[in-house]
């Protein structure tokens, strides 16, 4: 009996260690497959891309900037004397003349003051007479001498002493002529500031500005203070507005010109550039240049110191292909394992490549443009994503005129109608169609290509 139960079957060591494996293998697999599970559960949703097609448009390259209103010909009528306003013959706004009175000083002391300059005047004159007299008389006393001297009867020192008072005499009517000059020059010179004392109009205007009021003394030690800011023709105005020299080389003396004003909010005024001027402005290390827009006012709606955002169209193209600059701007996210695209190049003004065009697209700067950094009407190489399943390609092309929204195409593979990336997804909720990548930069003054 013992012998039977010492032979009963039961677990060999093989047994035991093929059951134990499968013991590991099937907590492997419920791991692997939990693991599983949760990578399904918690995996980020796919990456979603937000297309725009090209297409054939019309771009219209504008230089913007900010200027004010001024009239024509502005004149600053000031008093070369000091004194107290006495009178004042015009006010704001009041139509002018040429040589018209506008503004009195009180005369009073100038009036003094040429009263004394011509009693100065007479008294040399009377001088001078004196003189003259003088010399008669001297020029008598030496004849009497040189008539006694032929008799023996005056000595050689008589006739010297004579002759000397003769000559005493002479350089006595030089001066008194001389000296009536002078007062003779006084006398002109208190007429002057007399005259000074009546204020008058230098040109045809209206009076935009008065600086001062009856009774009020004006100083004039030092400069001519201004009375009156009057304006030649109101009919006529400019436009001063101040062109960053990134700008001026796109603009030519008599391109048109569109602006508009606070005053009349949607309503457009047109003009011309007449000028840009050579003296540069630096403010804040930014060079800027004055270019000056001719503006026809006949209607007389625009005001001196208006503030008008100025546009200058400097270069158009019709029917050319072109995308959005949100589309130069993408940047695939990381999830897309997208291709690294090659550094493009962009020739500069000075002939040497550069890269930096392709470092703004790939870090998302748009410029001032929204294009790349220099933008313009230039030739410039970018790099432009087209979805392909779930992922992005890219895609080089050669960038024309912009102007700010969209860019010409000027050599590419790309056809209208194909799609290019202007957007991406990864967080599961998707932006608004059309949505910009990033805002573009606010400013009074800018430039769109």
Do not use: C
């Amino acid at each position: 009996m013992s012998e039977l139960a010492a032979k009963k079957p039961g677990l060999s060591k093989k047994a035991k260690a093929r059951l134990s494996s499968a013991i590991v293998l099937l907590v492997l697999a419920g791991g692997g497959y939990g693991f599983y599970r949760y990578r399904v559960k918690h995996a980020p949703p796919p990456v979603t891309y937000q297309t725009a097609a090209v297409e054939k448009r019309k771009i219209v390259g504008k230089v913007t900037a900010t200027g004010t209103v001024q009239a024509t010909v502005t004149v600053l009528v000031g008093s070369q004397v000091s004194g107290r306003i006495q009178k004042l013959f015009a006010d704001f706004n009041s139509p002018v003349k040429k040589g018209q009175v506008v503004a009195k000083i009180d005369p009073t002391l100038f009036e003094a003051n040429v009263a004394q300059a011509s009693a100065n005047h007479q008294a040399a004159k009377a001088d001078l007479e004196k003189a003259k007299a003088q010399k008669t008389l001297a020029e008598r006393q030496l004849a009497r001498l040189r008539g006694l001297a032929a008799d023996q009867l005056a000595t050689q020192a008589d006739i010297d002493t004579a002759e000397t008072n003769l000559s005493v005499a002479s350089s006595q009517i030089l001066s008194a002529a001389a000296s009536i000059a002078q007062t003779a020059a006084s006398l002109r010179q208190a007429q002057t500031n007399l005259s000074f004392t009546t204020i008058v109009s230098p040109i045809d205007g209206t009076v935009i500005s008065r600086s001062v009021d009856v009774g009020q003394t004006v100083a004039a030690s030092l400069s001519a203070p201004t009375i009156f800011t009057i304006a030649e023709d109101l009919r006529k105005m400019q436009v001063n507005t101040n062109v960053s020299e990134g700008d001026v080389g796109r603009l030519a003396q008599g391109m048109k010109s569109k602006f508009t004003v606070d005053a009349y909010p949607g309503t457009p005024f047109f003009g011309r550039i007449s000028q840009i001027r050579n003296a540069a402005q630096t403010v804040q290390n930014v060079v800027t240049y004055n270019a000056i827009i001719e503006v026809d006012n006949a209607e007389l709606k625009l005001r001196p110191g208006m503030t008008a955002s100025v546009s200058v169209i400097f270069s158009e193209r019709t029917d050319v292909l072109a995308v959005p600059n949100s589309a130069l701007r993408f940047n695939p996210p990381p999830e897309a394992n997208a291709p690294t695209p090659p550094k493009t190049a962009r020739k500069g003004r000075d002939g040497a490549a550069r890269d930096s065009a392709a470092r703004e697209g790939a870090r998302g700067n748009p410029g001032k443009d929204g294009a790349g950094k220099d933008g313009g009407d230039g030739v410039e190489s970018k790099t432009l994503w087209i979805p392909k399943g779930t992922s992005v390609e890219y895609v080089s092309v050669k960038l024309g005129l912009s102007d700010g929204n969209y860019s010409e195409l000027l050599e590419t593979t790309l056809k209208e109608g194909d799609k290019v990336v202007i957007d991406s997804n990864t967080t599961g909720v998707s932006k608004p169609a059309g949505m910009p990548a990033a805002a573009a930069p606010a400013g009074g003054m800018r430039r769109m290509f």
